[in-house]
């Protein structure tokens, strides 16, 4: 997919805090409704529509695990700096927030419930489907639904399994 550099411009230059916590400031940056983002959300669910909701998922998982991981410290010369996923795209690279945005963002586009794990150091994504693996890393989230651990930073974790010794801090749902 071609980004245009004014659509990218775009998000690189909005004012918004790119290191800032809380809910509402964080689910800012899963632009699931960002027509690029929709459209490649609509791409994997014609392209992988013979696969169960759980491959897709995991699909659009191990795309994010293969985005370049690189410290904002060495892309933007300074210790956060959060960017939205057109910009994660576009780039090519980001770190753990980055990576999250971005598959929250996709996985919601494609329909799916998404939430996003902050954990001391350290953010990861979750999904929530009728999962029909029993198993695996998951929370239990707002009134009984479980949104199961995805690792979008590392290659070989699929959906439902975490880095051991994770202390986890807070969960928001994306709306």
Not at 40 to 51: G, M
Not at 58 to 70: A, E, G, S
Not at 107 to 114: E, N, P, S, W
Request: hydrophobic share 35%; proline share 1%; aromatic share 16%.
């Amino acid at each position: 997919m071609s980004i245009l550099y004014s659509d990218y411009l775009g998000y690189a230059e909005d004012d918004i805090v790119r290191n800032q916590m809380g809910e509402t400031h964080d689910l800012m940056f899963v632009t699931y409704k960002d027509e690029y983002i929709k459209k490649i959300a609509e791409d994997f669910n014609t392209k992988y529509s013979t696969k169960s909701v759980e491959e897709r998922i995991d699909i659009v998982l191990t795309m994010t695990q293969n985005i370049q991981y690189m410290y904002d410290s060495d892309t933007k010369g300074q210790e956060e700096y959060w960017k939205y996923p057109l910009e994660t795209l576009f780039e090519q690279n980001g770190d753990c927030e980055d990576t999250s945005f971005l598959f929250c963002a996709i996985v919601k586009a494609m329909g799916h419930d998404t939430a996003i794990f902050i954990f001391d150091g350290h953010m990861a994504a979750g999904v929530s489907y009728d999962r029909q693996v029993e198993g695996g890393d998951w929370y239990d989230i707002r009134g009984g639904k479980n949104y199961f651990y995805c690792e979008t930073t590392a290659t070989g974790y699929t959906i439902g399994h975490a880095p051991s010794g994770l202390v986890h801090f807070y969960t928001y749902v994306v709306k």
